[in-house]
């Protein structure tokens, strides 16, 4: 009799178990803060070439500011359409995380 108890004990604990996950809340998608905005169609060279200057480089990329405009910009080879250059600016809260 008590092993009978603890099979349909036992098989009600699996039930409860595999049902609780599928009705289990998933977590929220995180949040992150951006402070980098898309600068379509710049260039380093036509940054350069607007007397904006290098305060920073490594390979792949260059940090060149004139005045209070600060531009982030890939120098490495990339695929077209992709964006090359990105503009500092104040953060951003509740933007998806990529």
Do not use: H, S
Not at 8 to 28: D, R, S, T
Not at 66 to 85: H, I, Q, S, V, W
């Amino acid at each position: 009799m008590n092993n009978v108890f603890l099979r349909v004990a036992g098989a009600a604990m699996l039930l409860m178990v595999g049902f609780g996950g599928a009705n289990a809340q998933q977590a929220p998608a995180a949040k992150c803060v951006y402070q980098f905005a898309d600068a379509n169609g710049v260039t380093a060279a036509n940054l350069i070439a607007g007397g904006f200057d290098i305060k920073a480089g490594w390979p792949g990329g260059l940090w060149l500011q004139k005045g209070k405009e600060t531009y982030f910009c890939n120098t490495g080879r990339a695929p077209e359409d992709t964006m090359l250059c990105w503009t500092l600016r104040e953060p951003v809260k509740g933007q998806a995380c990529q």
